[in-house]
């Protein structure tokens, strides 16, 4: 099992930048892909980004795509959203998820575990 710290969330304005955080815990971290998520009103879970583990390997939405990059560090069990051109759609929960292979994967049913989430609101 794996504990999951997302941070980093917050107000900013359209156009402005955020980065988010998830700091792992439990399992070795460079054993397992990661992914972020998010929610809203509209959609229940909506995948964003994924990362293999060793961060050779990413993946996005593309309504995110060009936009967001995802990293990770494996010496500081810590996966990475920056966040940039943000958009008023972009308002969410974020939530970071581990994934149960190494691989990174677009599907929220990969992913045993995951963190408490991080709002995100952007001002138009």
């Known amino acids: 099992q794996v504990q999951l710290v997302e941070s980093g969330g917050g107000l900013v304005q359209a156009g402005g930048s955020l980065r988010l955080s998830c700091t792992a815990s439990g399992r070795t971290f460079s054993g397992y892909g990661m992914g972020w998520f998010r929610r809203t009103p509209a959609k229940e879970r909506e995948f964003v980004a994924t990362i293999n583990w060793s961060g050779s390997r990413t993946y996005y939405a593309d309504s995110v795509k060009g936009r967001f990059t995802v990293s990770r560090d494996n010496t500081k069990n810590t996966m990475y959203l920056q966040m940039n051109s943000l958009k008023a759609e972009d308002t969410a929960v974020y939530y970071c998820?581990?994934?149960?292979?190494?691989?990174?994967?677009?599907?929220?049913?990969?992913?045993?575990?995951w963190g408490q989430g991080t709002r995100v609101t952007i001002s138009s």
């Open positions: 998820a581990a994934g149960r292979t190494s691989s990174g994967s677009t599907w929220s049913g990969d992913y045993d575990d």
